[in-house]
């Protein structure tokens, strides 16, 4: 399981496990909190397509899907 920490999300690197159209690397881009500092939003990009995709900050800790840093 990956640490996690919301507040030290944005700028965060990544790296998926299971590639799809040739993208492995993301960086989150974009996290939005509510009044209690609770993650109501966060925007990940992939840095070759450049695409963006909303995504539950908390499937980030599944080893499985994802590793901390760009691999």
């Given amino acids: ?4 920490n919301p507040k ?3 700028h ?4 998926k ?3 799809r159209n040739k993208e492995k690397h993301f960086v989150i881009t974009s996290v939005e909190f509510d ?5 109501v939003e966060c925007v990940i990009e992939a840095v070759m ?3 963006e995709y909303a995504l ?3 499937e980030l800790k599944n080893t499985a899907c994802w590793k901390v840093g760009w691999c």
Avoid at 1 to 4: A, F, G, P, T
Avoid at 12 to 15: G, H, L
Wanted: without cysteine; charged residues 25%; aromatic residues 8%.
């Fill in 1 to 4: 399981m990956n640490r996690v």
């Fill in 8 to 10: 030290g999300l944005l």
């Fill in 12 to 15: 965060s690197k990544w790296t």
């Fill in 17 to 19: 496990v299971d590639v």
């Fill in 35 to 39: 009044d209690q500092q609770t993650v």
């Fill in 49 to 51: 397509t450049r695409n």
């Fill in 56 to 58: 539950n900050w908390r």
